[in-house]
């Protein structure tokens, strides 16, 4: 006799299942009405294939190269590039793999590393806005650069002593326009609840870029899913949960 069952009991057998399988420590692979779902350990794939050392702050670094199968010689846009090696995304794709770009920071400090360990990239010193007009005041904290702020109060919440200081203001076309930049492969971004304004300055449909990288914490990760819905880009959802700070995008239509 074939036993039939409706969707409810379907769901409870499919999940006892996994319980099952969980529980026995066999990895959980259940196969329903077609394609087998699979929950991969990206993070552990890549720490075998690449090796634990990395250059990226979180496991930025390992996706990208995951992504582009240490594809070589691309360009990036590196948008809050901090320090040219230290937490750097863009490091070794250049060091390693011949890539060349653009990196842009309102921290001048970095430039004199930028000089002497990427000579594949132009770094700019900007604060990324909506004008490419007129400065914005930086709030540094000179121990540490990471916690710099246009918010002052943010910024005392590290030091006891912050110094003021004002950045010329660009857009992310009138940066990508003057460097004559003739294609972007991977935009990385992490400017600190900046992006959503950033992003709306950005010609995406021009330079189609097949990744992209974007810090999104809740304040901003709406807008962000927002603006790169309209540009017909979707999340990878294979680093969703290797990488729960940022959020990768690429184009729906990879042509």
Known sequence: ???????????????????????VGVPARVTVLGPTLVDDDVLAQAVQRYGSKKYSQGPE???????????????????G???ARKWSNTYRLEHDFGWSGVAI????EFATGYRQFRPRTRFVVAFVGDRDTGTETLH??????????????????FTDKTVAREVPVRTLDGIVDEAQVARIDL??????????VALSHFA??????????VEAHGQTRQAILDYFA??????????????????YFTPLDPR
């Not at 969707?7 to 999940?15: D, P, T």
């Not at 935009?187 to 959503?196: A, K, N, T, V, Y």
């Not at 995406?204 to 990288?213: N, W």
């Not at 309209?230 to 959020?247: C, E, F, S, W």
């Open 140 to 157: 540094l904290n000179l121990r540490d650069f990471a916690t710099s702020s246009v918010d002052d109060s943010f910024t005392h919440r």
């Open 1 to 23: 006799m074939r036993l039939r069952f409706d969707l409810v009991e379907l769901v409870a057998i499919v999940g006892f299942s996994v319980l099952a399988l969980t529980v």
């Open 230 to 247: 309209r540009a017909n880009y979707v999340v990878v959802g294979r680093y969703l949960r290797a990488d729960t700070q940022n959020l």
């Open 61 to 79: 670094e390992w996706l990208i190269r995951d992504f582009f199968k240490d594809r070589r010689d691309g360009v990036f846009l590196d948008v």
């Open 204 to 213: 995406i449909a021009r330079h189609r870029p097949q990744l992209a990288v």
């Open 187 to 196: 935009l990385s971004m992490d400017i600190e609840l900046g992006e959503p």
């Open 81 to 83: 590039s901090y320090d």
């Open 105 to 108: 920071d309102a921290v001048q």
